[in-house]
């Protein structure tokens, strides 16, 4: 897998934007990209979809669990660190700045952790406006450009259903979406996203593999439950449970669905 490590360099005006809405609630608990060129070891996006260099990074994960470690499971969870650090940063400027993050895996390099999963994201710019309002150029850059190729990659590579890889990504976007509706400075600006995910169909007529990936359930509480479509099967691997969100803890059994 190809590294450098070169110097940091200025930033753009989108990149200092961005940057400051993760200084600040509610994203401030998050770790925002970075910019420019990098000043670690990184390998280009691009690279991930070459079974040598994915199969390598899975390999990492799964020896970090042991000899034996269940590899779907493996890839699933070397899913979400790599979905989350792409599409929270990709998603909050979308929404919040309409700005269009340089997110094709051609221009994205990817700074990797002690146990092959993806640490950092890093691009070139602060991106460009948003081509447009409607979701598939809106959010297709991000969804169909690097998100599909690489999910189908992780699929043919683990074995794994793409409905989990999907689901994983849907998690996130579907928090970011809910996140940016609700931030005092930007007022349901996370609408747009909301209603994409309530789309069944894709504009050219596929399937929404981002459709309803969460749940609003009564399960006797003050407010309805966050709960996920789909299980990450991260229960797998030895000594992970199940994630407060999975449809398959008892407790996250729905008795009565919100409409």
Not at 203 to 228: F, H, K, S, T
Request: net charge positive; aromatic share 6%.
């Amino acid at each position: 897998m190809a590294t450098r490590c070169v110097s940091a360099s200025s930033l753009d005006a989108s990149a200092e934007a961005l940057l400051a809405l993760y200084r600040q609630p509610p994203l401030n608990a998050l770790r925002a990209p970075g910019f420019g060129l990098p000043d670690v070891p990184t390998c280009r996006g691009v690279e991930l979809l070459e079974p040598e260099t994915l199969n390598g990074l899975l390999d990492r994960v799964v020896a970090d669990y042991g000899v034996g470690a269940d590899r779907k499971a493996a890839a699933s969870l070397w899913s979400k660190y790599h979905l989350s650090a792409l599409s929270i940063p990709t998603l909050v400027a979308n929404l919040l700045l309409n700005q269009a993050l340089p997110v094709a895996l051609d221009d994205v390099r990817v700074s990797v952790g002690e146990k092959g999963e993806t640490a950092r994201l890093w691009l070139p710019h602060g991106g460009r406006p948003v081509p447009s309002r409607e979701p598939g150029a809106r959010f297709g850059a991000l969804f169909e450009g690097h998100c599909r190729p690489l999910i189908d990659c992780l699929a043919e590579l683990s074995g794994l259903s793409p409905k989990v890889f999907w689901s994983n990504l849907g998690h996130y976007v579907e928090y970011v979406a809910q996140t940016c509706s609700r931030h005092p400075d930007f007022n349901g600006a996370g609408d747009p996203l909301l209603r994409f995910l309530e789309m069944r169909f894709l504009p050219d007529g596929r399937r929404n593999p981002l459709y309803r990936p969460v749940r609003y359930l009564d399960l006797g509480g003050e407010a309805p439950a966050r709960v996920r479509r789909l299980c990450c099967v991260k229960y797998r691997l030895p000594g992970e449970a199940l994630c407060g969100t999975c449809p398959l803890k008892p407790e996250n059994r729905p008795v009565k669905r919100r409409s």
